[in-house]
């Protein structure tokens, strides 16, 4: 499956490109990003290998994650998407979906995680009827969280993952999500 260009009503999300690598890079260098995401910056290697999984997501299992670029200036906002990492939790999580947004920090806090994860939601809910997705997330990363909750994601269980804990979230296709 090729991935689509979705537009919203501030960013368009696309496939990722080469040309993306250094805004990438700059993003995953940011304390402020990695905080609840593994903790530590990656290296530009790091970085590589994440474009290149993105591209071969798509390739393999048909769904990966977008490029989120502000349509007004077309500056690189960050990542949204779905993969399927083999973690390993307990419980697991399968061959279900997992959603997951990352934003440089000027793009925090403007609700822009919210808007291109429904975008990417919607998309999901049309290709996948029915199907759940999960996702999970630090217990400390609040903002995290309630984007998830607006987004009809609920907890179903705890676990940890490489000595942290974490909170599993999972959500049906076509639930109903809070507007705000």
Known sequence: MSPPSIDTGR???RTHRVEDFEDMCAMWSEPAVVRFIGGKVLSDEEVWGRLLRYAGEWALVDYGFWAARDRASGAFVGEVGFHNLHRDLVP?????????????????????????????????????????????????????A????????????????????EVLLSRRSGEAAQVS
């Open 92 to 144: 697991p999580f399968g061959d279900r979906p997992e959603l997951g947004y990352a934003l440089v920090p000027w793009a925090h806090g403007q609700g822009l995680a919210t808007e291109a994860a429904r975008a990417v939601l919607d998309w999901a809910d049309r290709t996948w009827p029915g199907r759940e997705t999960v996702c999970m997330i630090h217990p400390e990363n609040a903002a995290s």
């Open 146 to 165: 309630r984007v998830a909750e607006r987004l009809g994601y609920r907890e179903f269980a705890r676990s940890s993952y490489k000595g942290e804990p």
């Open 11 to 13: 960013l368009t999300l």
